[in-house]
């Protein structure tokens, strides 16, 4: 069985990754998101464009969000300011402890 090491936790997220194949399971909530490191890298690029007041939306109770595409189209997730906040840290996070692995290994 593969070992799973936790790359970062903000929040409701947490960011995983498979010590023998390196995937990367990014958790949040009910979803999973499956990338490789590269995927990771360019989706964390993705989200720190994103920027909340500009791009928010208000949803039928009020609520404001930003609907963030992942990649695959079917799936979008729905952050309000301060989940999204966690979120993309968490993104940023798993990559610089991915770093800090890769660094240990070699």
């Known amino acids: ?13 947490l960011v995983t990754q498979a010590a023998c194949c ?17 995927g990771l890298r360019n989706f964390s690029k993705f989200l720190n464009g994103i920027l909340f007041e500009a791009d928010c939306v208000e949803f039928p109770g009020g609520e404001w969000k930003v609907i963030i595409d992942t990649p695959s189209p ?11 906040s966690d979120f993309r840290d968490a993104m940023e996070q798993a990559l610089l402890m991915h770093e800090v692995y890769v660094i240990m290994e070699n």
């Open 74 to 84: 079917e799936i979008r997730f729905a952050l309000g300011q301060n989940e999204f």
């Open 1 to 13: 069985m593969c070992h799973i090491r936790t790359l970062s936790q903000v929040g409701e997220t």
């Open 22 to 38: 390196g995937v990367i399971h990014i958790w949040h909530n009910n979803l999973i998101l499956r990338l490789g490191i590269t």
